[in-house]
């Protein structure tokens, strides 16, 4: 990303510091989140917006994005333990403490994201990839941290998983992975909505068991025929929502379309302002959850997962692309109905 | 309330159905709703807004308010048990069911509020007071209610109340109530803003520990003071905070303010749109909690406890006015700075 284009150019090798590894990329996943990155930076650098609160780096700096990784390990900068090999495939959160902070990988004009060949990663953070699993497989562990995380900080507990019936808006990967991890947690029902034929299926693939167009029938509907509900009725229970869009709007209709009692998790990133009606939310004691990230602990236990086939993420990969074609990839993903995840590639092996 | 005006004026009597009793007030709080009530109606009935959706009445019908009292038997309708003699005190949630639905007293065209000389009620939701509270304590139930219901809302619980410091935004009697629940919870230490000094005493008197003026020093500040956090630290703690105003701003106000995995209980009720960043939200993982009203256990719960003196309503009865003063006593609500609780007396006793 430079001056708000995708551009593909040599930049200079990236460094690593003390307690730091020089990895090769061998596969990364391109994330909505990049998308709408693009997006805001051409609105700074235009004068339309702030910069990001989120993340900060200078607009006008380079900035090689891709926080979806499994790299494998090149070489060691100064002061590393050393404890696994030259050559060892590995993932990490996409952060490298970096004295008093940390780079965020990916949006960072310090270190270089996944969208490179070559990245600089915290040895602390490494995680090593089993032998068996795939490097395709392994760059699924950030995405799909994400959902179990969002999953975590719902209110679904052990006592809960038998019974609930959750109900996830949005089958892109975020989605996807709220679903699929439902499912590893031992939800047997789980309602999905997708206006996207392709994420439908993807959907069904990744466990949902009730999956509805919008268009047809509300999400919350086939809710309530799944569990004998019935709208407004006085002993109507409350649902578990998860909100995977991140469109304006998004949050509070989530909030007119459950009962009493319900928690809307808000996974799906929404970047502008939004309008809600408290009024609503209070009548109907509405528990919203926001939720970002996952913690080391859940990204390491998320490969663990995909190592144990307990989530099987690979109807999730649905394209790759050379490092060459993540322009033209940004360009499909903009209407993404017939793709969940595009992986870049840099250098097939 | 009549055309979106007060007016004291003779109505009809009341008449109980079957499984109804009515009932002489003896004293009635003035809440804040009514006061959002009128101006809403106001605002409907030129054609400014649209009708409430929490609570459906004829605007252009004669509406009598007040939905916090303290009233005495005064006979029995048709199919009543008759479980306590004629003459008994009682307080009652403000809801009478009749049919397939319920009059919610004091926002219905259907039976009278406590702003009156004669109810009716439900003859189930009766909760007989004590002998030794007085009428003017007794019908702090409702208000005080409120607070119960929103720390049982809140994360609060049995491992944390020994160690929680919750933040209590706005002191009025909404505010009052949720700092004497949390006290009565076992809660030792609460911090409570407000810009009224008068209320800021009330917040003390009720059981508050570090009371500010917002003007001074924000409220999350002298809650990192007290439990030693540094703002923006990776290890500053999560806050509870109640957020007890209800305008627009306040949600994303307390979403700025509070640290990382923070819970916002919105117990103020905002009645017009508001606009939040999600992103902020996201990026905190803020969790908010809408809350409203209470169970009918909580209410015959927070009898009980004015009876047993766990919490001492007394510091928030500010004034007493009869029917007649009603509509003065709104205008001087309508800057409540020396006011928490007006309580309405028919006829006194």
Not at 247 to 257: L, R, T
Not at 322 to 327: A, G, K
Request: with cysteine; charged share 25%.
């Amino acid at each position: 990303m430079r001056g708000g284009k995708l551009v593909v150019a040599e930049v200079p090798e990236p460094v690593p510091g003390p307690g730091e590894v020089l990895a090769r990329t061998l596969a990364c996943g391109i994330c909505g989140s990049d998308l709408h990155m693009l997006q805001r930076v051409q609105r700074v650098l235009a004068g339309e917006e702030e910069p990001d609160t989120l993340f900060a780096f200078d607009h006008d700096a380079d900035v090689v994005m891709g926080h979806e990784f499994c790299a494998e390990i090149v070489e060691f900068g100064p002061e590393c333990a050393q404890a696994l090999p030259v050559g060892q495939r590995v993932v990490s959160v996409p952060s490298v403490p970096r004295g008093d902070s940390r780079a965020a990988l990916g949006y960072s004009d310090e270190l270089p994201g996944g969208y490179a060949e070559l990245m600089v990663l915290g040895e602390a953070n490494l995680v090593p990839v089993p032998d068996h699993v795939s490097s395709e497989e392994a760059a699924l562990t950030e995405p799909m941290a994400v959902g179990r995380h969002a999953v975590a900080m719902s209110r679904l507990d052990e006592g809960s998983v038998a019974t609930e019936v959750p109900v996830v808006i949005g089958c892109g990967p975020v989605g996807l992975s709220v679903i699929a991890d439902l499912r590893r947690r031992g939800v047997e029902r789980v309602v999905a909505a997708d206006f996207s034929e392709k994420r439908r299926e993807l959907a069904s693939e990744v466990g949902a068991t009730i999956v509805v167009d919008p268009r047809e029938v509300a999400a919350v509907d086939a809710w309530r025929a799944e569990v004998g509900a019935t709208a407004g009725a006085l002993d109507e229970p409350p649902v578990l929502m998860f909100e995977c869009v991140g469109v304006p709007g998004m949050i509070q209709g989530m909030i007119d379309a459950v009962p009493r009692y319900s928690q809307v998790v808000v996974v799906g990133v929404c970047m502008q302002e939004d309008v809600i009606r408290p009024l609503s939310a209070i009548g109907k004691q509405v528990n919203l959850q926001f939720v970002l990230g996952y913690t080391p602990e859940e990204f390491a236990a998320t490969l663990s997962s995909i190592a144990l086939e307990e989530l099987d993420v690979g109807p999730l990969i649905t394209s790759r692309v050379t490092l060459d074609e993540v322009p033209e990839a940004f360009r499909t993903l903009a209407s993404p109905d017939g793709q969940a995840k595009i992986l870049v590639v840099p250098e097939r092996r």
